[in-house]
């Protein structure tokens, strides 16, 4: 009788470690559904943008023409001892939460810590004063922030997968995004609609609202901390995203934007204004690069921003670097 039950037990054991192995092979080797896959990726990009990126020498601030548009690993491929961070996020604009957000960020031992500021038309209104997705990331439960790190994959481990449900979700996308921890989001688009995101866009600048005109105070707020920033020592560097010409004569047109008083003051602040030609760059719907077009202005951006470091910091560190041909 203990023969027969010894013999069950181990049986019993032998087809349970059985069953345990069969599903992690089926598990590990199972097609993952593009849609959860982006979910999670897209999720955990965000959190660990906001609560897990660690301080750095550079960092270049603005809206999602930043976050789709400035490649942090290219830059540093030509300031190889510079640690940049894109802390661009969607409705974020170029006022004192973003500001000292950013402060926060920089790293104190740095002889010559380096501020970038994409200063686009919607960085300047009153609408952006919300800072939408970086306060609702940054205010998001510590439960939360550890499911979007760590849990995810697990939970999705054990979702049924629908085969046609992945292929159809592949067809129809619009685009595909690969997600970097220095907050950058390299966008392959499948087709290219430079009137996408100015449908929409455009009807809420043309209403010419209080909410979506440049305001002033906030031009003065970015003018004075550009002031204190150089005071300090830092290089404080901006431009204009890229976008269509035509979108900009809009923008100026009906939100106010006058790039060439800012740029003025902005300067005499003791900033560098780097100027860009829209007709160069290609976005994919009216008002970010794609990931190709990002990484070429990334590179574009890096020979100005090393050429401004060499102007300014000669005895530093980072100015210390090889001239790229692009």
Known sequence: MKIKLTFFRERTFFLFFLAVITVLIIGWIKPVSPEVMHKWKQERHWTYKVHKTGNCDMIIL??????????????????????????GFSKSGLNPVMFDAAEKKLTKQNLCPIIVMGVSASTLTRSSLG????????????DERVKRLYLT???????????????????????????????????????FD?????????????????????????????????????????????????????????????????E????????????FWINVNPDEWKTHDGTHLCGKEAVRFSRRLALHIVRIIDTKCEKAAIAKVRYKNF
Do not use: H
Not at 214 to 233: M, V, Y
């Open 131 to 142: 800072n939408r997705q970086y306060l609702q990331e940054l205010n998001r439960p510590w």
């Open 260 to 271: 060439k008083a800012i740029r003025s003051r902005f300067e005499k602040a003791g900033g």
């Open 62 to 87: 603005g809206n999602s023409q930043i976050r789709e548009g400035v490649s942090p690993e290219e830059i540093e491929r030509y300031l190889p001892e510079c640690k940049v961070v894109n802390w």
């Open 153 to 191: 994959p697990l939970i999705s481990f054990f979702q049924p997968v629908f085969l046609f449900s992945i292929s159809g979700d592949m067809q129809n996308a619009y685009s595909t995004v690969k997600y970097y921890d220095s907050g950058f989001i390299y966008t392959i688009v499948n087709n």
């Open 194 to 258: 430079e009137y996408r995101a100015m449908k929409q866009y455009g009807k809420q600048i043309k209403k010419r609202s209080e909410k979506t005109i440049c305001s002033e105070k906030i031009i003065d707020s970015l003018i004075q901390r550009t002031k204190i920033w150089t005071e300090k020592g830092y290089t404080v560097i901006a431009y204009r995203p890229p976008m269509p010409r035509k979108w900009w004569k809009l923008e100026d047109k009906y939100m106010g934007y006058n």
